[in-house]
């Protein structure tokens, strides 16, 4: 059964800090892997998708980066501002599958 | 583009009833899923339908059921409602071909069992 780990489960930062999420699973069969942002009590919104023919993403300030052969995935958020504060969801669609499976997210909190 | 559209945003309901709830997802998608977000379990997956065509099935008991129809547009069903049913739900709609997979979600329905 697939599973995936988020780390770390929270992280509170100042603003203007690079910082890095980290997500891994459990089964490296990952067909494409996917980071989402939740605000409290909304719907999720995608962030970055890495199809299976790429290894990274990129978009403005985000940079998300997959290694298939060890199973692991990374977001990197570059000069944190206090609207990045959410929490930050990856999820991977395993190969024989079409679900997302999702890892329990990263909170993130930027001070000003 | 119109978004993921979900109805209705809250719903407050007694045990033992049922429920029904909407997704229309973005134009010209033909893939529709359904998630329930918990703070215990966090978002777990219920069923994707494709086509009108329920195409995968999560671990959830039968009292969950949804169906699609030919414009796309999905419900999901729960009845006899338990006091853990109590969550978010949330659809996600995807064009879906293994090209161009990415998943847009709705603002999701609140539903509440008391």
């Known amino acids: 059964k697939q599973e995936v780990t988020q780390i770390p489960a929270a992280l509170s930062v100042p603003e203007g800090e690079n910082l890095v999420l980290n997500c891994s699973f459990t089964d490296s069969a990952i067909y494409n892997l996917q980071w989402f942002r939740q605000d409290p009590g909304k719907g999720l919104t995608s962030l970055l998708l890495i199809q299976s023919s790429q290894r990274e993403q990129t978009s403005g300030r985000l940079n998300a980066s997959l290694d298939k052969s060890s199973g692991r995935s990374t977001l990197y958020i570059a000069a944190s501002q206090p609207g990045d504060s959410a929490t930050y969801l990856c999820a991977g669609v395993h190969q024989a599958g079409t679900a997302l499976i999702f890892g329990k997210g990263t909170t993130l909190s930027v001070s000003s | 583009k119109a978004g993921v559209t979900q109805t209705p945003r809250y719903l407050i309901k007694t045990r033992g009833q049922q429920v029904t709830l909407s997704c229309s997802p973005i134009s010209g998608h033909r893939s529709v899923s359904w998630y329930q977000q918990t703070p215990g379990q966090g978002l777990q997956f219920l069923f994707e339908?494709?086509?009108?065509?329920?195409?995968n099935k999560g671990n959830f008991p039968g009292r969950f059921s949804g169906r699609q129809f030919s414009n796309s547009r999905s419900e999901m069903n729960v009845s006899t409602l338990e006091l853990g049913d109590s969550a978010l739900y949330l659809c996600?709609?995807?064009?879906?071909?293994?090209?161009?997979?990415?998943?847009?979600f709705g603002q999701g329905t609140r539903l509440t069992v008391v």
């Open positions: 996600a709609s995807s064009f879906w071909d293994r090209d161009n997979t990415e998943a847009f």
């Open positions: 339908y494709f086509s009108e065509t329920q195409r």
